[in-house]
C-alpha cells in the first residue's frame, strides 16, 4: 500500500455511504489535498494502521512508498471517529432562491400570483447588502441540513457573493426576464452588463478589504469564511449561469440567446416551467388572472399583454419551448408540475433535467408533480427546495422524504426507496449539473464535499437501514467539508 500523502485525514463512522458502492458499515474515508483518496472497509483499515490517544491512525513498519519499493517508520495522521454516524457525499439542493430567505413565512396563505405579488412588494426597498444578508442566512440553514453544493435562481447575483463567502460549493443563475419580442436584444444586453457588473463589483469589493469582514460575519453566524466571488470562479467551486425565469415572462428570442450564450460557456440554463395551473391555461387558451398579473407589472399596457408570445397559442408551456426548439438537455427545470402525456415525452426525449420541489408546489397551491411518469419516460430528476419564502425550511432530505411519502400516498405501488433518494441528492444531482465526475460520490479523485449525519437512537434493526435513518430518521449533521475543507463550525 502507498503511504499516505502529507496532510492525510481520516473520517470512521458506523456507515459510509460511497453512493458509486454498496454501503460501507464501520467504514473509513482518507481526504487529502480536498480530495477523496480512497475508503476501507474496517478489516482493511485496521490491518494497516493502529489508532493511539489523541486520534492519530498510525501507519507503523514497512509498507511500498511511491519512489521505493518499501520503506520503513511511522507515519502520524489525524483521525477522528465519529461513531453512530453516517458518512456521504454532501447533499445537492437543485433549485433555490436563497436571496429571499429572510422572508420565511411572510405570507404563507396567498396562492401563487398573489404570493408574487406581495414578495415584490416587499423586496422593493432591498439594497443589494440586504439581498447578501437574506442569501447568507438561506446558506447556514442549507449547510445546517448537510447541503454542500446549491443551484440558485438569483435576482441581483448577490447569491453567488455569500455563496463564495461562506465556503459552499453553488451553480447561480442570474435571472432573466422580458417577455417582448422586439425588446430582446436590448435586454438581453443589459443583462449581460449586469453580469459584468457583477464582477467588477466583486472586484471593487476585494480592493476595500470588505468580503474578509463580511466573511467574518458569516463565520459567526455557524459557516467558516470561503473565499471571495472571483477566487470560487477561479478553483470551480461557484460557477455563474443564466436563468430565464419562465416560458410566460421571457419571450422565445430572449431565451434562444440566453441558451445560446449558455451553451457557448458550458453551463446549464436554468428555468421554471409549468408551475401552475394559471401558467398551462394561459399558453393553452388564455388566463385572466395572469393578464392581470402582467397588467399589474410597471409599463405594462393592455394591448402588450394581448400581443405576448404564446398566449392563448393553443400550446403547453412544455411544448411552446419545444415548438422553438428551447428543450435540451442543458435546461434544468423547476416544478413541472401540470403536464401531460405528449409534455413528458418530449421532456424525456430531449433529456430536460428536472428539479422537483414538491413542498413549495403544495404551499403556493400548484398541485403535485406526475413524478411516476416522469422516472418511467427516463427524465433526470432530483430535489429542490425553492425559496424559504415559500417552503418550511432548505433541507433537501425533507423534500425528498415529503415527496416519497406523497407520491406513495396516492399510488402505493410507487415504490419509491429512500436509497433511490439518496442517489438523487448526491450522484443523480451531480450528473444533472454536468459534475459527476468532480462530486456527488466518495469516489476516489473526486472532491471531497462530506456530510456526516448523526444517528438517532434505534432498534438494532433500523441501524441496518443506513439510508432509510437518513431520509426517514430525522439525523443531526456533525460535520459538513467542501473540497476537504471543515465549513461548518458546529461549536458556535
Known sequence: MLIPPDGTRFLSARWLLPVEGKPVPFGVVAISSGKIWRTFQKEEFESLFQVKRGNMAVLVGSVASAGSDEADGVFEYPFEDFGLSIILPGLINLHAHLEYSALRCFNTEDILFDWIKSLMCNVRSWTEADFRSSARSGLRWLAASGTTCVVDSSYTGQAAHAIAECGLRGVVGLELFGSAEKQAQNIWGR???????????????????????????????????????????????????????????????????????????????????????????????????????????????????????????????????????????????????????????????????????????????????????????????????????????????????????????????????????????????????GLGDVIGSLKEGKAADIAIFAIPEVHASALERPFDLLVYGKPRLCDLYVNGRKVVNKDV
Not at 450564450?261 to 408551475?275: F, M
Not at 429542490?384 to 405501488?413: H, I, K, M
Open 191 to 433: 443583462w449581460l452588463e449586469k453580469r459584468e457588473s457583477l464582477l467588477t463589483a466583486n472586484q471593487e469589493t476585494e480592493a476595500a478589504g470588505l468580503p474578509r469582514a463580511e466573511a467574518a460575519h458569516a463565520t459567526q453566524a455557524c459557516l467558516r469564511a470561503g473565499s471571495s466571488l472571483a477566487q470560487a470562479l477561479d478553483d470551480g467551486r461557484v460557477s455563474l449561469t443564466v436563468a430565464p425565469h419562465a416560458p410566460y415572462t421571457v419571450c422565445p428570442s430572449l431565451m434562444r440567446l440566453a441558451v445560446d450564450w449558455a451553451q457557448s460557456q458550458n453551463q446549464p440554463v436554468l428555468v421554471h416551467l409549468s408551475e401552475s395551473k394559471n401558467e398551462r391555461d394561459w399558453f393553452c387558451r388564455g388566463d385572466a388572472i395572469l393578464d392581470a398579473f402582467f397588467l399589474g407589472l410597471p409599463g405594462s399596457a393592455r394591448e402588450d399583454v394581448a400581443s405576448l408570445s404564446g398566449r392563448a397559442g393553443g400550446l403547453s408551456p412544455v411544448r411552446h419551448l419545444s415548438r422553438h426548439n428551447l428543450l435540451g438537455p442543458w435546461l434544468i427545470a423547476a416544478h413541472c408540475v401540470h403536464l401531460d402525456d405528449e409534455d413528458i415525452a418530449l421532456l424525456g426525449s430531449n433529456q430536460v433535467k428536472v428539479a422537483h420541489c414538491p413542498r413549495s408546489n403544495a404551499r403556493l397551491g400548484n398541485g403535485m408533480a406526475p413524478i411516476g411518469k416522469l422516472l418511467a419516460a427516463g427524465v433526470e430528476l432530483g430535489f429542490g427546495t425553492d425559496s424559504a419564502a415559500s417552503c418550511d425550511d432548505l433541507d433537501v432530505l425533507s423534500e425528498a422524504r415529503f415527496a416519497w411519502n406523497l407520491q406513495r400516498a396516492v399510488n402505493p405501488s410507487n415504490l419509491l426507496s429512500a436509497q433511490n433518494a439518496i442517489w438523487r441528492l448526491t450522484q443523480g444531482a451531480a450528473e444533472i449539473l
